[in-house]
């Protein structure tokens, strides 16, 4: 059995890769492949709709609100949310926590005016995320990362912003744990976590925000014009959002995100509980802020690095290499990751530290 831990592309649930398989050659009993069938054509829109009424269904997403299967992955939405939205007023406050939030903010600059927000308290060490911010109130948006995919920084909390439209990039946290949709702007995450293949990305928005673009928006990031298009204005990326369809029929069948967020919690703390009463490893997040989906964890003696993961391949637990930027390891559990495989990497990882005490 092999454990896939990383941050993305990740591991998708074998029972979708199985499905997938079963009808990549034939699907429906039409003998083409899905990959061959016109976007336009009554086949595939049933495909694309129901992976929208899913996800609708899933995010208890309500009717103001659109929803896009768009190109270009996380990092295109952090040029087109402020290009949809710096339209009439081209200032914007980021809230920054981390290397997602930060390159959130250099797309956005080529934009319109950002004001960068420290996300963190002042004061000790592990910083605990701020729950107040010196906001703007005449800003276009307040733009934030709820999960920070490489320092494994998550907030447990949706910041207020009063009248300002809060603007969220899920990648790394969509579909982990319930959201309340009706308490963001727009909602947007690159596919390859929780969703499915990358290079997608799915945009949820707002009805009253779709008319604040700026006028060189291209057509392919154009909210109104793509919500109007259904996501169709050019070819979209058929076979990934098809998958994604096939992940959100998967999570339905688990139970939806209200029983996979108490799964997920169970399994993060498993690992941070082990993590918190070792003295071979550790965590340097505060508890407070702590992610579900990307766990980093450092081994104290770090000479040991390279042989923790060459250990752990060998045991069939792929990918924990941490970012360079923060170094050590990271387990990334997102839905797919049963706790099994959670439990497999303690049990790998205290028989690593008996043996190497
Ligand atoms: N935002 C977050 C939180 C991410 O984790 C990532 C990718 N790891 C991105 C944005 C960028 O996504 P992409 O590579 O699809 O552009």
Not at 101 to 123: H, I, N, P, T
Not at 158 to 178: F, H, K
Request: glycine share 8%.
């Amino acid at each position: 059995m092999v454990y896939n831990f990383s941050a993305g592309p990740a591991m998708l649930p074998v029972e979708v890769m199985q499905r997938a398989q079963a009808e990549f050659c034939d699907f429906n009993g039409l003998g083409v492949s899905v990959m061959e069938l016109s976007h336009r054509g009554a086949d595939y829109i049933a495909v694309a709709e129901q992976a929208e009424r899913d996800l609708r269904e899933l995010m208890h997403i309500p009717d103001n609100y659109k929803v896009l299967f768009l190109q270009g992955g996380g990092r295109g939405q952090f040029a087109a949310v402020a290009l949809n939205l710096m339209g009439k007023n081209a200032k914007a406050d980021y809230i920054v926590t981390g290397q997602w939030s930060r390159s959130a903010v250099a797309e956005a600059e080529k934009v319109g005016q950002v004001r960068v927000l420290d996300g963190f308290e002042a004061g000790a060490e592990p910083k605990k995320l701020a729950t107040s911010w010196d906001l703007d109130p005449t800003a276009a948006y307040v733009h934030y990362c709820p999960n920070e995919t490489v320092e494994g920084i998550e907030y447990d909390f949706v910041p207020e912003t009063g009248n300002v439209p809060l603007v969220a990039d899920m990648s790394s946290t969509i579909l982990s744990r319930p959201v309340d949709v009706s308490k963001f702007g727009i909602i947007y995450a690159g596919a390859q976590k929780n969703i499915g293949p990358s290079g997608l990305a799915v945009v949820i928005v707002r009805d009253d925000l779709l008319d604040q673009a700026c006028p060189n928006v291209p057509a392919i990031m154009d909210y109104a014009a793509m919500a109007k298009a259904d996501s169709m204005l050019n070819t979209p990326a058929t076979y990934a959002w098809y998958l994604a369809g096939l992940v959100f029929q998967w999570l339905k069948e688990k139970g939806g995100v209200e029983v996979i967020g108490a799964q997920n919690k169970a399994k993060a703390e498993l690992l941070y509980n082990y993590v918190d009463a070792s003295d071979f490893f550790e965590n340097r997040v505060h508890p407070s802020a702590r992610s579900w989906m990307n766990i980093p964890f450092q081994l104290k003696d770090e000479s040991l690095n390279d042989a923790f993961l060459k250990e752990a391949k060998a045991a069939g637990l792929l990918a924990l290499k941490g970012h360079r930027i923060v170094g050590g390891m990271r387990a990334s559990v997102y839905n797919a990751m049963p706790i099994e495989g959670v439990q497999a990497l303690v049990d790998f990882m205290d028989e690593f530290a008996k043996r190497h005490a």
